[in-house]
Each structure stands twice: as structure tokens, then as C-alpha cells.
């Protein structure tokens, strides 16, 4: 690491100190800023010298910043965790970006994500539509002994996939509807694709997506934004299979 | 989640997806009566006798007639009100707009991100489309002994104006950058995804739209330049 790769950057970022104060875009400009350093690690840089002058730090979510955990949510330059496909903001590197850019730094909006403070929003909505169906409920017995229940390759593989969302909130953000569907799917997808989730499937279908219309997310236009900025390549064919999964529920559910 | 613990008061057919749904079958159904007034309109080419003679019959069968335009309100009417209804909720989803907001290249694409826009022309379009043709000028003419209207000459008037006719072209292009997202979207929208045949259905999609949008936008410009002919 040379010295003389490191940046000075021009950062605008939006500053909010409660969820009713209006907030603004405030500028600030970060020397010395090495390529190598982590897109969380140039914030946390900033953070010490406005520190160290009596300023307010930012505040911004994070935890694992090893792309697991989902907490890192901000829009960098207009892009849900920056430019970098299927990547987390913890984990978009300094080296994506060059000497004297000037980088937006925003929270996530959407009416079901109100801003906290700065850069952190509250994402629990996302918990309320877990709450309301997201987990399987019926009586599976002991555990059997494995490869009990046999699972075609195909089906595992999909609901794998699917269970790789981190719960991030990427795909609302990036959505010009401000849409849940790819996460809703997501999660409905990883269970109804298991026999023990297979169960509740229909019923789960429709509190989920209940819940979700109910918190204020918009309607999915098929533009598939989401699938692009997911840092984990949630497919949008788990939207198709939840469209059909509801609509097959809502015909024929034996509940009401 | 037993069912006695859950208490669901929301009806699902005005849920997100089957509103999506219901815009999905309308637009569909309204895709498969575009191909059908395209052949017809073909008739223009062709011959003037055979044209008005192809309006002449479908007018003249009233059943029919009645039940296929009743039939295409309440398309339109259903279509555009969802359309309306998803569009608002959609921009009231996000109250505080992004400072900046830059796309990834890798989904939406200028169909996707504009689908309220070329409705709204196609909307202003189907309403001066039945001024200008069906409610237009009307002339009489007899072919074969038979009397019936000239429609063939109110189309060729309309087109024949530089104004008439680059309106109706620009309005079919908007028409085929709708279809050209809407018809695999709907598909997606119902829950159609297939590794294979998904991919299909998006060129399908293309091509749908070039033969609906270059089809009616050729029959202006054969309008036009007979116009300038004559
Ligand atoms: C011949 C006329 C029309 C055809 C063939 C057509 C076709 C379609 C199709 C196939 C869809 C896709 C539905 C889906 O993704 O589930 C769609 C969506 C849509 N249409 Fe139309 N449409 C027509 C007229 C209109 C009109 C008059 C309006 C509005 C004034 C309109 C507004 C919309 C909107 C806003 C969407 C939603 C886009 C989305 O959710 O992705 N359309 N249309
Ligand atoms: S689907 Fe992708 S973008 Fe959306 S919450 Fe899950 S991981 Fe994040
Ligand atoms: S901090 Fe955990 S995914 Fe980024």
C-alpha cells in the first residue's frame, strides 16, 4: 500500500439527526483515503476526525462487515451499496473509486423505511412480514435421521438460493416502487420449496404479502432492479413463483 | 400461523399481486385484439373495396359488434384503472425522493421505467383515434349494389395531413415500447418464469412489438404518401 495511490475524496452525505428533522446533503471533503481500505472503513476514517473536532459522527448501520449480516444499507452514488454487483457496502472496496471523485452517500427511502439518524433507517418492517408468516409452524416431530425425507437436487438448490438473502433491504431501495416483492418472495420461496415449509405454503403466501401491502411497500413493475442490486443475486423468478403461489392460494384457500 | 390465530381482513383480489394480475390479463387480452385490428387494417393496402367491405361486415353484425366493443371497454377500463391505482401507490411508497438515484444497467431498461408514460399516450390516442375514424367524416359509397360507408376515404383524409399522420405514428411507437415490456412482464406477473422459454418470451416481447408498432405506423405512411400522391 503506496502512499501515492491514496484519494482525496468529495463527499456529500446526507445528515439527519432525527426522523422528523428535515435533513440536508452536507459536504465533506477526506484525504489520504487508501484504495485498500473498505467502503465502511472510509466512513469510519471521516467518523474519527469529525470526532476528534467535537462534530456528530455518522451514523450508519453495520455489523458483520463480511457481507452477511444485511445491516450495511446506504445508496452510494444513486446505487443500492454502490456500483459493485452482488456485493454488500462493507464489502465494496476503496479501489472502486478514484482520486478527487465525488461520492453520494444517502440512506435508504422508501415510506416503509424511515431514516433514524443520518444513513440509518429502521428496517423493521421487514421483521413485521416475517412475523406474519415467515417460519414454519407445524409440528415436524424429532429430528429424523438424514436424507429421511428425500428432496430433489433442483428444489434444494433453488430454496439455498433463495435462503442467501440477507434481509438487506437493497431491492426496496433500488426499486423505483420502493417494492418488497423480491425480498417477500425470497423468503416465502426458501420454505415453500421444502416439504416441512410446503405445508403452511398457501396460508404463509397470503399473510405475507398482506403484511407487506399493508406497511406501504409499492407493486412490482417487473423491472427488476432489485435482481441487480441484490448484494446476494436474489433471482426475480421468486417473484413469478410467489405471484403464482398467491394467486393459487387466493383461489383456493380453505381459511375465510 | 394456525388459521384460527390469523385474522385476515384484507380481500387478496385487491392485493399488490393480483392487482398486477388483473393488469397482466387485461394488457394481454388487449395484445391479442391489437394483432387482430392489425390484420384487418392491413385490408387498407390491399384494396379500398376490400377494406370498407371489412368494416361494412363488422358493423353490420350487431351482436357481434356490440359484444366485442363492450368487451374492449371494459379492458380498457379495467386495465387503465389498476394501472392508475398501482401507479399512485407506487409513488406514495416513496414520499422522499433520492438526492441522486442512477440505475444499475443490469434491469429496468427505458420500456420498463416509462410503462405509466406510453400509456398515458396511448390513452389520449384511443380517444382522438375513435374522433378521427369511427365518430370522423362520414362518406357513403356503394360497392357491389351495397351501400355502406367510405371509411377507407376518412382514413386516407386523416393520413393524408403530415400532422395526422406523424400523430398516429408516434402514438404506435409508444404503443410498441409499452408492449414491448408489458407482454413478457405480464406473463412474469401471472407467475410464468422458466429458465428457457422466459428469455423467449422477452424477445417474443420485441418482436410483438416492432410487428404491432412498424404494422400500424406503416399503414400512416402508406396513408401519407398516397396523400401526396393524389
Ligand atoms: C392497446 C392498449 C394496451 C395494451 C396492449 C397494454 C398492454 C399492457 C401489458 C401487457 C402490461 C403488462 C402487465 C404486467 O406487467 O403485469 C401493461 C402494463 C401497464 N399498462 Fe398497459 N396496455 C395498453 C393500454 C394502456 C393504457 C391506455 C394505459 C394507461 C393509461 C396503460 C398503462 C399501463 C401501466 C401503468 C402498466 C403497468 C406497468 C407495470 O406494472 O409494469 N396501458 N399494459
Ligand atoms: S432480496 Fe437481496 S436486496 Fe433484497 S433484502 Fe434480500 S439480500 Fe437484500
Ligand atoms: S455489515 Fe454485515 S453485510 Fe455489510
Not at chain 1, 100 to 108: A, F
Not at chain 1, 146 to 173: F, H, T
Amino acid at each position: 500500500m503506496s502512499d501515492s495511490n491514496n484519494m482525496t475524496l468529495n463527499l456529500k452525505i446526507w445528515r439527519q439527526s432525527t426522523t422528523k428533522d428535515k435533513g440536508q446533503i452536507v459536504d465533506y471533503i477526506l484525504e489520504g483515503v487508501s484504495p485498500d481500505m473498505s467502503f465502511l472503513e472510509m466512513i469510519d476514517m471521516l467518523n474519527e476526525q469529525l470526532v476528534a473536532k467535537n462534530d456528530d459522527p455518522i451514523a450508519f448501520d453495520h455489523d458483520c462487515r463480511e457481507g452477511i449480516c444485511g445491516m450495511c444499507s446506504m445508496m452510494i452514488n444513486g446505487q443500492a451499496h454502490g456500483p459493485e454487483k452482488a456485493t454488500t457496502t462493507c464489502q465494496l472496496h476503496m479501489r472502486s473509486f478514484k482520486d478527487g471523485d465525488t461520492i453520494v452517500i444517502e440512506p435508504w427511502r422508501a415510506r416503509a423505511f424511515p431514516v433514524l439518524k443520518d444513513l440509518m433507517v429502521d428496517r423493521s418492517a421487514f421483521d413485521r412480514i416475517i412475523e406474519a408468516g415467515g417460519f414454519v409452524n407445524v409440528n415436524t416431530g424429532n429430528a429424523g435421521d438424514a436424507n429421511e425425507i428425500l428432496i430433489p437436487k433442483e428444489a434444494a438448490d433453488l430454496a439455498m438460493d433463495a435462503a442467501a438473502c440477507i434481509g438487506c433491504g437493497a431491492c426496496v431501495a433500488s426499486c423505483k416502487n420502493a417494492s418488497a416483492m423480491l425480498f417477500v418472495s425470497a423468503k416465502i420461496s426458501q420454505l415453500a420449496l421444502l416439504p416441512q415449509g410446503e405445508v403452511e405454503a398457501d396460508q404463509r403466501a397470503l399473510s405475507m404479502v398482506e403484511k407487506m401491502d399493508e406497511l406501504g411497500f409499492g407493486n412490482c413493475t417487473n423491472e427488476a432492479e432489485c435482481e441487480a442490486s441484490c448484494p446476494k443475486d436474489i433471482s426475480i423468478s421468486n417473484i413469478a413463483r410467489m405471484n403464482r403461489g398467491f394467486l393459487k392460494a387466493a383461489i383456493t384457500s380453505k381459511t375465510k | 400461523m394456525s388459521s384460527s390465530t390469523q385474522s385476515i381482513s384484507h380481500n387478496y383480489f385487491l392485493s399488490s399481486v393480483v392487482k398486477k394480475q388483473i393488469m397482466a390479463v387485461t394488457g394481454l387480452l388487449l395484445c391479442g385484439f391489437l394483432l387482430g385490428h392489425l390484420a384487418g387494417n392491413t385490408l387498407i393496402i390491399i384494396s379500398p373495396d376490400a377494406f370498407n367491405q371489412y368494416g361494412h361486415a363488422l358493423v353490420s353484425n350487431k351482436p357481434l359488434l356490440y359484444t366485442a366493443e363492450a368487451g374492449l371497454i371494459v379492458l380498457f377500463l379495467v386495465h387503465l384503472t389498476m394501472a392508475a391505482k398501482l401507479t399512485v401507490e407506487n409513488n406514495t411508497a416513496r414520499p422522499e425522493k433520492y438526492y441522486i438515484k442512477q440505475k444499475t444497467g443490469r434491469g429496468s431498461t427505458f420500456a420498463s421505467s416509462t410503462m405509466p408514460y406510453t400509456g398515458m399516450i396511448i390513452l389520449i390516442f384511443l380517444v382522438t383515434h375513435l374522433i378521427n375514424f369511427k365518430y370522423g367524416t362520414v362518406y357513403m359509397t356503394t360497392i357491389n349494389g351495397v351501400e355502406m360507408r367510405d371509411l377507407y376515404k376518412t382514413v386516407m383524409e386523416f393520413f393524408a395531413q403530415p400532422i395526422g399522420a406523424a400523430w398516429y405514428a408516434f402514438a404506435m411507437v409508444a404503443m410498441a415500447i409499452h408492449v414491448s415490456h408489458g407482454f413478457w412482464s405480464a406473463f412474469h406477473s401471472i407467475g410464468i418464469f422458466h429458465n428457457r422459454y422466459t428469455p423467449l418470451l422477452r424477445k417474443a416481447g420485441i418482436a410483438y412489438a416492432i410487428l404491432v408498432g412498424a404494422g400500424f405506423a406503416s399503414l400512416a405512411l402508406y396513408g401519407y404518401i398516397q396523400g401526396v400522391q393524389a
